[in-house]
Each structure stands twice: as C-alpha cells, then as structure tokens.
C-alpha cells in the first residue's frame, strides 16, 4: 500500500468506516450494498478510499473467498467503537440523550439478576420503551472484567471489590452477611454463640467469596476471629449454596437479602447472631469514554436510585 493520503478522502471518515464494518458484517461487497441501498461499485469505492487513506490493506479478496488481513481485524474492531462513539456524541449534540434508545446489554451475577436487579431494571424498561436489554448472567465474571468492547457489554453489575484500575466504578449499595444453618443440621447440637464455635461445624463454600475460611467481626465491640474450616460442599451459585443449606448439609455465609423468607419460615437458623462478616459492596461498573449513550447514562441513574430500596424492602432485621 502506498502512504496515507494527507488529502480529505472522497468521502466522510465515518461514512468509509460504516461501510467498511457492514462489509465484514454482511460478508461481501454485494450484500453490504444491498442493505445499505447503494450499489457494489459505490461501496468497493469506499472501502479503496479508506485502504488508501489509512495506507492499510484492510480486506484480502478472491474469486471465492474475503479474509480480513491482521490491519483489517484492528480495523474492523475500533471502527465499531468508534462509529458508536460518534453516534452518541451526535445524540448529545441533537438534544437527543433524553430519549434513550438502542441496545443495553449487561452482565449481572446470576442471584442478584434473577431476583433482586428485576424490579429496578423493570422499572428502567417502563421508563424508557425505546430501549432492549440483553440481560447476561454469569457468576464465573465475579473475578474479573467482562470484555467491554469486544463482548459488546454496557455495564456490569459486580458484588465485591472492584480491583481493576481501568474501569468506572460506581458504588450502589452493599449487603450484609450472616452465618445461617438449618435446624436439622444444628439438631442436637448447642446453638453457637461466639464465632470459634462455628468451626466445629461442617461447612458450604461459596468459591467466588470464600472457600477454607471467613472473618467475622462482633457487631458491638469490634472483635474480630477468623474461621477456618474444611468445606463438605462448594459452588459458585448462592442458589445452590442456599438449598445445600435448607437441607442441612453445612452451615454457609450468605447475604441476608436471599435469606429473610428462609428465617422467617424457619428453614434457616442465624447461628452466631452478634458476629457478621464484612458486607460486600455492590458496584456498577464500565468502561471510560468520553461520551456514554443516553441508554447507559439512564441505567445508571436507575440503578443508584432504585438498588438500596429494593435491598431494603427484602431485607428484613435478623
């Protein structure tokens, strides 16, 4: 390829652009020009103008076949970026951002977006009918950070510390947790009182939050004693970590939002009731950028109004 062109290319920047990702999207030069209601020449054209403005080869063509090159895959991944980029900023210059609309999609754990995240993001929908949503649950994503752009993901809704220094974090609420058993298990046994006895007990790990041990902190003096034990059954999912509880397999800690109907009814005991352990923060986070979609910015707004009262009104006092 030849250097690239100081010159204005024949086309606007974003247009080649467009054009190029419907190319690769659609899967040949016919097909693109075919949904964008042009012609195949047009869009070869286009696509030669942006090759020789970036001075790239972006596409390898043959009688039978289009294989993007090593550029065309850089390419093709910023140019969706930064398309979408350009279609907010134009959103906000337009005095459209009050009118979300689009896609969201986010990643949310499975316990918190099978339940607790429904009625807010319920809520959200209502408020703004122009707007999809892709609700992605996946507790295996407790540890890291989803792939933002090249998962195509908006937000994430995650439990615990946020450790990654690239990501917007922003704190919704946090959960309580209190150490629970069922009565069958505790079945002649003394009723635990301070946090050492708990280890006598056999015990549920949940591997994303603890798996061999747990720190709990007396609720009035501060005192502190570190649990440590040899699990009899270990998930990732609270849903599981909280039937395995029911019927007496361990004793688990758990948040107390998933537990209130448990106690209530007595399936569930709080053994040990002045020692807690840390609560988890809950955090929503995202990738930074200049410019956010109006459906995002909203989500966000939904999410930090509306998560602490729906904690509250499933929490009751324990």
């Known amino acids: 390829m030849s250097k690239p062109s100081t010159a204005s290319p024949p086309a606007d920047r974003i247009e080649l652009m467009e054009t190029f990702v419907r190319i690769v999207e659609a899967g040949s030069l016919s097909a693109a020009a075919a949904q964008m209601g042009t012609t195949q020449p047009t869009v070869s054209r286009r696509l030669q103008a942006l090759e020789r403005s970036l001075g790239l080869r972006l596409l390898q063509r043959s009688t039978h076949a289009m294989t993007l090159t090593a550029d065309g895959e850089r390419c093709y991944d910023g140019a969706k970026e930064l398309i979408a980029s350009w279609r907010v900023f134009e959103s906000e210059l337009r005095g459209a951002e009050d009118e979300p609309e689009g896609l969201l999609r986010v990643v949310a754990p499975h316990a918190f977006g099978q339940q607790l995240l429904v009625g807010p993001l319920s809520d959200y929908m209502r408020d703004h009918p122009r707007v999809t949503v892709e609700w992605l649950l996946y507790d295996s994503t407790q540890d890291r950070t989803p792939d933002f752009v090249g998962d195509g993901i908006d937000c994430a809704i995650q439990v615990g510390e ?119 923060p809950v955090h929503l986070i995202y990738p930074p950028s200049r410019f956010h979609p109006a459906r995002l910015r909203r989500f966000i707004e939904a999410m930090r109004a509306k998560l602490p009262a729906a904690l509250a009104e499933v929490t009751r006092p324990v």
């Open 162 to 280: 946020v450790t990654d220094p690239s990501v917007v974090a922003i704190k919704l609420s946090e959960v309580p947790r209190i150490v629970v058993a069922a009565p069958s298990l505790m079945a002649g046994r003394a009723m635990p009182v301070h946090a050492r006895e708990l280890a006598a007990l056999p015990w549920l790990s949940a591997r994303n939050f603890y798996r061999t041990e747990v720190l709990l902190s007396h609720v009035d003096t501060g005192e502190a004693h570190r649990v440590t034990f040899r699990p009899r059954f270990t998930t990732d999912s609270f849903y599981a970590l909280r039937s395995a509880a029911v019927r007496g397999i361990g004793v688990g800690l758990m948040s107390t939002w998933m537990l209130a109907d448990e106690i209530a009814a007595g399936r569930l005991l709080h053994l040990a009731p002045q020692w807690r352990a840390a609560a988890l």
